[in-house]
């Protein structure tokens, strides 16, 4: 099981992105979905995650401002993110799990190694 993210960018503070993760070897829809991002010289911390049945979690810097939806006919996972803050400039990166708690604790992710990430800039 391999992620794939794309979608990050250098954008002004209060800008838009619309961030996408494509995961490959998934063998059905009934997994958790998450999104987390890592900052130079800080820990991974989950962003968003999303469940089978769309029940959503969000870290408490992000509530209000991203949004996490699923395409689960193309095995896509999405984050929109408004208002854009400098202190989200970090590498994005995406993961799949057999469960939301899974996801939320970050712990046993469906994925053989973490992708590459995408990189969000934002300038002040």
């Known amino acids: 099981v391999q992620a794939l993210e794309s979608g990050g960018d250098l954008v002004q503070a209060g800008g838009s992105l619309r961030l996408s993760c494509s995961i490959s070897?998934?063998?059905?829809?009934?997994?958790?979905m998450g999104w987390f991002r890592q900052a130079p010289g800080k820990e991974r911390d989950m962003v968003s995650c999303?469940?089978?049945?769309?029940?959503?979690y969000y870290g408490d810097s992000v509530k209000g401002r991203f949004t996490i939806s699923r395409d689960d006919a193309n095995y896509t996972l999405y984050l929109t993110m408004n208002s854009l803050k400098p202190e989200d400039t970090a590498m994005y990166y995406c993961?799949?799990?057999?469960?939301?708690?899974?996801?939320?604790?970050?712990?046993?992710?469906?994925?053989?190694?973490w992708g590459p990430g995408t990189l969000v800039s934002v300038s002040s």
């Open positions: 070897g998934l063998n059905s829809d009934d997994y958790s």
């Open positions: 993961a799949a799990y057999y469960n939301e708690i899974d996801c939320y604790y970050e712990k046993y992710k469906v994925l053989d190694a």
């Open positions: 999303i469940g089978p049945t769309d029940t959503t």
